[in-house]
């Protein structure tokens, strides 16, 4: 079991910025790759980034390339998402997930493949 504690949530104006951390323990050590999901009341979850951990590559949604940046420390078993240049339509539950799943690119941003999920930690946007 892996367990995943979001943070770093909060309310800015369009245009700021957010660091949202993912904290993952328990048995990590399976692994294969963490992502960042988005979920607004009566809408499907989607995948906004994610990163492999043995090689630290990276994906994203094409809504927040270039404004989102996913990073992680191995050291603490975090996952980070760098959120700039935020939009109203940005505002949602952000939720840190983990597969042990072996993944390619067409599928590491499908919220089906993962297995553990955290709590979730609110983005609100206002313009």
């Known amino acids: 079991q892996v367990q995943l504690v979001e943070s770093g949530g909060g309310s800015v104006q369009a245009g700021g910025s957010l660091r949202l951390s993912c904290a993952a323990s328990?048995?990590?050590?399976?692994?294969?790759?963490m992502g960042w999901f988005r979920q607004v009341p009566g809408k499907e979850r989607e995948g906004v980034a994610a990163?492999?951990?043995?090689?630290?590559?990276?994906y994203y949604a094409d809504s927040v390339t270039g404004r989102f940046t996913i990073s992680q420390d191995v050291a603490k078993n975090t996952v980070y998402l760098e959120v700039n240049s935020l939009k109203p339509e940005d505002t949602a539950m952000y939720y840190c997930?983990?597969?042990?799943?072996?993944?390619?690119?067409?599928?590491?941003?499908?919220?089906?493949?993962?297995?553990?999920w955290g709590q979730g930690t609110q983005v609100t946007v206002s313009s």
């Open positions: 997930a983990a597969t042990n799943s072996m993944l390619g690119r067409y599928s590491i941003l499908h919220p089906l493949r993962y297995d553990y």
């Open positions: 990163i492999f951990i043995s090689h630290g590559g990276t």
């Open positions: 328990g048995s990590t050590a399976s692994t294969i790759a």
